[in-house]
C-alpha cells in the first residue's frame, strides 16, 4: 500500500552543523504535509508544515522543501544545538477530507558536541 | 489546560484485563485524534472526532477497541480484554478546526503495558 517512508534511520551531526532529514512519500492525492519532532518519553512536537501548493516553506532555523514531482519532502534544520537531538517524523494528510495524519518510521537525529 | 492533557501515563494489564485511557483536548478544540505508537515506529491512526461524533474509526485494530467522546470534549479509549500486542503508546492529538490536514497537537501518550 501507499506509505511515507523515510530514507535514513539515524543521522549524526556536529553541533552548529546544518542538517537535512529526508522524506519520501507515494501518495500522490497527499496536500499536506508535517514534520513533528518526538523526544524520549514525550508526544510528538510540531515543528513545521506546508500544503501541496507551496515548495518551501521556513520557520526559525528550520525549512521544509516539497518537491512534488519526486514526491519527496526535507526539513532543513540550521545550526544544530544539542536539544535538537530527537526522532524525527514526517506525516500526511491524504486530502479529499481525509482523516488523521499517515506517519513514517522516523529519524533518530543525534547532535554530536 | 495549555495543552493536550493524558491519564494515565503508565498502565500495566493482565492479558484480558480491560483498560480506559482518558484524553484532555486544547480546550474549544474541535477535532480529536487517538494514534497508537508501537516501540520504534511512527504513530499509526486509529480514530477521529469532531465535536462528540466519531466520524473515523476505520484504524481501530478491532471490535476490543471502543472510543467515545459524549460532550465533544474529553475522550476515553477503551481497550476489553487485552492482549500482548495491545502494548503500546497511546497517543492522543486535538486541533483547532474540524479538517484532519491542519496542525494537531499531541499529548504525552499512555503507555499502556499488557502482561
Known amino acids: 500500500g501507499e506509505s511515507v517512508g523515510l530514507h535514513l534511520p539515524t543521522l549524526s551531526v556536529q553541533e552548529g552543523d546544518n542538517s537535512i532529514i529526508n522524506c519520501a512519500y507515494s501518495?500522490?492525492?497527499?496536500?499536506?504535509f508535517i514534520w513533528y519532532k518526538q523526544e524520549s518519553g514525550k508526544g510528538p512536537q510540531f515543528i513545521i508544515d506546508?500544503?501541496?501548493?507551496?515548495d518551501k516553506r521556513q520557520g526559525q532555523r528550520v525549512t521544509v522543501l516539497l518537491n512534488k514531482t519526486v514526491k519527496h519532502l526535507s526539513l532543513q534544520i540550521a545550526a544544530t544545538q544539542p536539544g535538537d537531538s530527537a526522532v524525527y517524523f514526517c506525516?500526511?494528510?491524504?486530502?479529499?477530507?481525509?482523516?488523521?495524519?499517515?506517519f513514517g518510521k522516523g529519524t533518530h537525529l543525534i547532535i554530536q558536541p | 489546560g495549555a495543552g493536550v492533557s493524558q491519564s494515565p501515563r503508565y498502565k500495566v494489564a493482565k492479558r484480558g484485563q480491560d483498560v480506559a485511557l482518558r484524553c484532555d483536548p486544547i480546550?474549544?478544540?474541535?477535532?480529536l485524534f487517538w494514534y497508537q505508537q508501537a516501540l520504534g515506529q511512527g504513530p499509526e491512526f486509529l480514530t477521529y472526532?469532531?465535536?462528540?461524533?466519531?466520524?473515523?474509526k476505520s484504524g481501530l485494530p478491532s471490535d476490543r477497541f471502543f472510543a467515545e467522546r459524549p460532550e465533544g470534549s474529553v475522550s476515553t479509549l477503551k481497550i476489553q480484554r487485552t492482549q500482548q500486542e495491545d502494548s503500546a503508546v497511546y497517543l492522543c492529538a486535538s486541533s483547532l478546526t474540524d479538517r484532519g490536514a491542519t496542525e494537531a497537537f499531541f499529548g504525552q501518550g499512555t503507555r499502556l503495558t499488557v502482561v
Open positions: 506525516a500526511e494528510n491524504a486530502g479529499g477530507g481525509a482523516d488523521g495524519l499517515t
Open positions: 472526532f469532531q465535536n462528540e461524533a466519531q466520524l473515523d
Open positions: 480546550s474549544g478544540h474541535v477535532s
Open positions: 506546508i500544503r501541496s501548493n507551496m
Open positions: 501518495n500522490s492525492a497527499s496536500d499536506y
